[in-house]
């Protein structure tokens, strides 16, 4: 016996206000990531002592510290391919949710111009959270230049990403699927 799933008042726009604030708040979590990977790597490359006949600034240029040199060179990428895969979640999240009543248009736009508001403040706050310590503004802009112009940007980038959702959810429509019952009559 197979179910059917009920989709009545379900939008992928939705989720558009969600996808602001989490990407605003984990571009903000990666680059304070990176400031305490930076602080920890310059504690320990200046900590220069003898343990026995071990070097602490040798053993730690061995170990860690090729692994902080890795994460800074690829954190950038990785916040960008992060950030994009929300987006693309997104897109396949609004094809599967294919919507062919025109009432959710209104709301959806509505939704739109909402998540745009919100994508202008949350990027003024990231701009004074960066310009709040030098070091933070060398990280965001030096380190993960990338991701920090994704937020930058999202103001543009919103209402873009809202009109392919509306498109996927609304010009695309679903195949009719015709149902078999135990008799072989479809309905």
Known sequence: ??????????????????????????????????????????????????????????????????????????????????????????????????????????LDLFIIVVATIAASFIESSFVSFINSNSELFTIFSQQIPKTSAFILKLHIYIPIIGAIVMILNYAIFKKRELEVNEFGVTQ
């Open 1 to 106: 016996m197979e179910t059917k799933i009920n989709k009545k008042g379900q939008s992928a726009i939705l989720a558009l206000p969600a996808v602001v604030f989490i990407l605003f708040f984990f571009v903000i979590m990666l680059g304070l990531g990176l400031f305490g990977v930076n602080a920890i790597d310059g504690v320990f490359s200046s900590f220069d002592q003898q343990v026995g006949n071990v070097s602490f600034n040798e053993t730690y240029n061995k170990t860690l510290a090729p692994a902080f040199e890795s994460l800074r060179t690829n954190l950038d990428v990785a916040g960008v391919s992060l950030v994009l895969g929300m987006v693309i979640v997104m897109m396949l999240i609004a094809f599967k949710l294919r919507n062919r009543r025109t009432l959710w248009i209104i």
